[in-house]
């Protein structure tokens, strides 16, 4: 099984400030045939489903404010959140869908400083 | 409007059975995987099972396998979750997602329901 670790388990920053979430697989979910990472970020809200924000680890699913980007390729990624806004309060999910079972990071929980 | 929409959750004992549902809406039904990923009071994310388009390919995490069986039926836009012997550790709540083609993320959600399984 392929196994996603997020870091840190919980962060705090201050509004308008900038938020980076790192997530690590070990393999690879890089698939050399199409050069793609099979690597998602999904932001969830208490009481509500998680809600997809970034996929293909860099493409921002529509509808989502760009202040929320992804990087990274591999085995390492990055979400940023370029300027913290108080409805980004929640917890952030890495997955990934390159194998199955398909597998989620642990979750970083994001606060207001 | 998309939507997916979960029922069939409730308080049961081990060792017995529950079957969840998945009702979809406002997209052809037929063409998308669908996926169980349920998630524990205060806990994270857990991927339980997924269901090619057409029902031919099954997936399922260790955790359930043997236990769980997802099924679905495009003729009712219904997807299910049949769980056997349930132990205490299923309890959590069990989402509904769907997605975009094949290996891909989950781009809609339902709103889950909760299996407690305490005697």
């Known amino acids: 099984d392929i196994v996603m670790t997020q870091s840190p388990d919980s962060l705090a920053v201050s509004l308008g400030e900038r938020a980076t979430i790192n997530c690590k697989s070990s393999?690879?979910?890089?698939?050399?045939?199409?050069?793609?990472?099979?690597l998602a970020w999904y932001q969830q809200k208490p009481g509500q489903p998680p809600k997809l924000l970034i996929y293909?680890?860099?493409t921002r699913e529509s509808g989502v404010p760009d202040r929320f980007s992804g990087s990274g390729s591999g085995t390492d990624f990055t979400l940023t959140i370029s300027s913290l806004q108080a409805e980004d309060v929640a917890v952030y999910y890495c997955?990934?869908?390159?194998?199955?079972?398909?597998?989620f990071g642990q979750g970083t929980k994001l606060e207001i400083k | 409007q998309e939507q997916l929409v979960e029922s069939g959750g409730g308080v049961v004992q081990p060792g017995r059975s529950l079957r969840l549902s998945c009702a979809a809406s406002?997209?052809?039904?037929?063409?998308?995987?669908i996926h169980w990923v349920r998630q524990a009071p205060g806990k994270g994310l857990e991927w339980v099972a997924g269901?090619?388009?057409?029902?031919?390919?099954?997936y399922y995490a260790d955790s359930v396998k043997g236990r769980f069986t997802i099924s679905r039926d495009n003729s009712k836009n219904t997807l299910y979750l049949q769980m056997n012997s349930l132990r205490p550790e299923d309890t959590a709540v069990y989402f509904c997602?769907?997605?975009?083609?094949?290996?891909?993320?989950?781009?809609?959600w339902g709103r889950g329901t909760l299996v407690t399984v305490s005697s």
């Open positions: 406002g997209f052809t039904f037929s063409t998308y995987g």
């Open positions: 293909w680890a860099s």
């Open positions: 997955q990934q869908y390159y194998s199955f079972p398909y597998t």
């Open positions: 997602a769907k997605d975009s083609s094949g290996y891909s993320p989950f781009e809609l």
């Open positions: 269901i090619s388009y057409d029902g031919s390919n099954k």
């Open positions: 393999p690879s979910v890089l698939y050399s045939s199409n050069n793609r990472n099979y």
